[in-house]
């Protein structure tokens, strides 16, 4: 239909002159600025809300008796390679949580692929129901420390700058590089001025987050305290509240999310897996507990969508009322967030609705390129005269790591793992075909008294990960992940007994979610099966590699002392 | 400098590492989100902020000791013609009353010399110190039912939609034209439908504004009461409060304003005439009235900053914090808001600052195309057998009108004032060369004995207004505002007592806004002089002619019933 008559059509139904296209009847309708809650018809032209607080008619009646409506929930901050589904496939499993939009940043296929990822999601943001938003990888790599797949300057990411789908640069990482002007992060900024920049700060205080900030950057999700929290605001920066599968921040920061602040507060899950989807849902669970914490009911709805859409500029949407897109989550409770039907731009969502969008091919199928490794690969030579062994120490559900020196075993001239101390082995294989490095070390505090795990999930170059008591279960995983073109495999006694195959960059699987979420229930049983006394280990497995994140990394390239900034000699 | 080296000075100069190039030292800085007041430094560079909280060294240093600092303020909506200086005195006037950005609609010069006006504000625009933007004006002319100079369809605004100054589609005033899905309005809202588009909806509620804001208009400033502004917030409407010389909505709309409502609402003056500038000022009187009804300190100046910049798009403004563009009011008392000092865009604001602008050079000089009238221009035939005439009926501060029918005395088979009722002539005559069109009536309520007073300022076409008490001072008046070009005249006795040019487009002076101020005090005097009873009789003859609103109006066609929506036979 032409536009200008689809107009026309609007205006008139929202007058009650002609019948709308969808009204849904009887609900109550969350007012996310006053707090107001009206039983009301509303009625909806194509994806646009035309008409609230009166009766309405259509072709489509919804019926909303007893349940609530409030603007649809907007995701400000994740990487959708989190889920190990396609984007297509989180739009299915996520949509009906009811978040019909996020801004995601394909860091993690851009890290594989380079611009071939960043184009694969842009075209699947343009089949998905949700509206998917991209920004735009700021810092691939993430640093000079490990091998990644491709490399994005500033150049690289201008073609896509203009992208209907586009919203800006994604999370400046690099917040050291920002402030020492390094020449390729200033060139990014600058090619970016006009537009969102978003940030990643954690712990940046002080005059230097004020050099950060400086450079328009506006937003922040690694805030983890409260106090963190109120400088940032108080320096004009948005505040995500985020709530991952790794991530937790949410309870620290409930208590900032108050009638001043909740145009300035958003919310965002950053990395959030299936299981945590299936098993506790998505920024639904998000909004339930910021409730359940106090916060003001309309205040944390308004965090959820419209501050959301204000803070990224997406001047369409954010709340349920004549002329703005219609995205509506419908709920059972309103504190609770149970969400029970999503409409999205207008449509309502069910299963067939999925069906209809474009299938995407998809990509990097062949992006893991390692050679097989044979058991000698992980081998650790003693050094003479040293009888000290750093070794990584992880705990349970800290992405950080600590260090501890230890005497370990040796045999054949050998370091061995030492099983009653829990300490095994860990080895980083580059995949991406670039040089075969193997970066090899300890890890103590998995708990593994056999066997062996590998990903091919290694935050954020994405090489292959993998832990074990054996070199020869460490090779059978490394090697069956080599095969699969890229997932995760636990091994047992030569054998693989659990396996997730993500063939797609070797971050994603080709599978529906529900497949998925299956296998990771698998894996968790295989690994606990072989002694695993960590709730995730997969998880995080892949944030051994991360040369970011404090304090005792390993990467292809080698052991990494993070605090000192430079591999341990 | 290279905009890289620049941003890399921000950064620097943000972290403390290189001195900025001002700061305002130890000043009293308002957080709009908080409300939290920090006594600290604020370091800018350029035209950005990069530090606060914290101290700082720089070149120029400004004392802030014992004042307070809050963001510029933002005019969401204003005729910057009804100052009657040219838009660069404007800045000059009003700027120093801390309003760094006014969001103006060259509607009234758009009626006079369309698509020439809107470009002749566009490159003042690129002049003033201010940041001046425009919304291109969406109704020229506002009805068929007078002469305009001008006629501006959607394809007529389409090749400014993308200048830098531009920010979306005007005040659409033509509501019911809206609601019908008139043509040339449809293709407007089409044309602008991806940015923003400004309402105007006097009284317009319940599924009529629906239809209306289903077009996805989202703001408005003709709300005059707080039930009218709470549907209208409900339906997901920015509510801008106005306060002008002639529309004065404060008062009532004050209670609207608080915590919950503050990122919704914002301020705006619409047509605010010299002398309420110079007595009372400009928004800067607004706050202090908002802050005195009890509205929070923090919520008004975050409406008149920071939500006023998110409702139109600036997404660079309205926080004083680092990364934002340094527009900034410096206060004496931040309840009174007195303010001593204003930073535009970085820069101090002086008498010298503005001599730094270039000129532009003025438009509309010949635009005043009547020919010179003679006393017997505005006979009015006695029609035999009708002993009674309408009236327009005028009270003090308002502009609708009313009707009164009258027995008028006759001479010469003519219609006579009745000087005795305070029943005076008037006569619109069109000037835009059109078709020499008058328009002639009488007028009850401005007083005066003798003499008449003349104003080429007739809203929205901008004709000529005459009333009198004898054809012969009428004439006079008349024909010295075409000698002029336009402007404002008392004639009395057969010669001009006081008048003031406006020869830019018969809407604006040439002249320093000081040199109007006066000019409107000799006026105001020499109205009083010849009886004149009401206090501003040039206001109420300029919306004399303005058939949009109600009851009885007077335009070049005629006498126009406003109810009726037709001329009176």
């Known amino acids: 239909m032409d536009s200008r008559e689809l107009l026309i059509r609007m205006i008139r139904a929202g007058a009650g002159e002609v019948p709308a296209d969808v009204v849904i009847r009887d609900v109550r309708l969350l007012d996310i600025v006053s707090g107001a809650v009206t039983e009301t018809d509303i009625a909806i ?20 008796r007893g349940r609530f409506a409030v603007p649809g929930f907007i995701d400000t901050h994740l990487h959708i ?29 851009a890290n594989v692929l380079g611009a071939e990822g960043i184009r694969y999601f842009l075209d699947c943001a343009e089949q998905t129901i949700m509206d998917v938003r991209v920004n735009l990888s700021s810092c691939v790599p993430s640093t000079a420390f490990e091998t990644s797949g491709a490399r994005l300057e500033a150049e690289d990411l201008l073609p896509f700058r203009t992208h209907a789908k586009v919203v800006g640069l994604a999370e400046v990482m690099n917040f050291p590089g920002v402030l ?47 106090a963190e929290a109120r400088e940032k605001l108080a320096k004009g920066m948005a505040i995500l509240i985020r709530e991952g599968s790794a991530s937790k921040d949410l309870e620290a920061l409930a ?41 003001p009911v309309h205040h944390v ?95 349970p559900g800290l992405l950080i790591s ?19 101390a829990d300490i095994l082995k860990a080895a980083v294989v580059e995949r991406h075909g670039r040089n075969g490095n193997i970066g090899k070390g300890f890890v103590k505090g998995i708990g593994l008294k ?32 080599i095969e699969m073109g890229g997932g995760m495999a636990v ?33 968790r049983e295989a690994t606990q099966k072989i002694g695993c006394t960590i709730p995730e280990p997969f998880l995080q497995v892949a944030f051994l590699a991360l040369p970011v994140i404090p304090h005792l990394k390993l990467t292809d390239m080698g052991l990494f002392d993070v605090d000192r900034f430079g591999f341990v000699a």
């Open 491 to 523: 091994a047992d006694g030569g054998r693989v007994t659990a396996q997730l195959a993500l063939p797609l960059a070797g971050l994603m699987s080709l599978k529906p979610f529900e497949t998925v979420t299956q296998a990771m229930h698998e894996l």
């Open 45 to 64: 032209v194509a994806d646009r809300i035309v008409g609230t607080h009166a009766r309405y008619e259509a072709e489509r009646v919804i019926d909303g």
């Open 301 to 395: 709805y308004r965090a959820a969508s419209h501050s959301a859409a204000r803070i990224f500029g997406l001047a369409d949407r954010g709340l349920v009322a004549p002329g703005w897109r219609a995205d509506i989550a419908l709920l059972e409770h309103l504190e609770d967030c149970r969400v029970s039907d999503v409409i999205a731009a207008g449509r309502l969502v069910t299963p067939e609705l999925f069906k209809t969008r474009k299938a995407v091919n998809p990509v990097g199928l062949s992006s893991v390129k390692a050679r097989p490794v044979t058991p000698e690969a992980f081998r650790i030579e003693a050094t003479s005269g040293r009888n000290q062994t750093p070794v990584i120490v992880i705990k």
């Open 180 to 226: 020492a002007g390094d020449a390729g992060m200033i060139a990014k900024l600058d090619a970016f001025a006009d537009g969102h920049i978003d940030g990643h700060a954690p712990l940046l205080r002080g005059q230097r987050l004020n050099g950060y900030l400086a450079a328009r950057i506006r937003t922040d999700h690694e805030t983890t305290t409260a």
């Open 450 to 481: 056999r066997g062996a795990i590998a990903s091919s999930i290694g935050h954020d170059c994405h090489n292959i990960t993998v832990v074990g008591a054996s070199d020869a279960d460490m090779s059978v995983a490394v090697n069956r992940l």
């Open 402 to 420: 600590f260090r501890e020196d230890a005497a370990l075993p040796i045999a054949e001239n050998s370091l061995q793992p030492d099983i009653g």
């Open 255 to 295: 208590e900032i999310l108050d009638a001043d602040t909740s145009s300035f507060v958003a919310l965002c899950t950053d990395d959030r897996n299936p299981l945590d989807i299936a098993e506790e849902g998505h920024l639904d669970s998000s909004i339930r507990r910021l409730i359940a914490t106090g916060c």
């Open 81 to 109: 390679e989190s889920s190990l589904v396609s984007p297509l496939e989180f739009d299915r499993c996520v949509l009906p949580h009811g978040v019909t939009t996020v801004l995601c940043d394909p860091h993690e296929i």
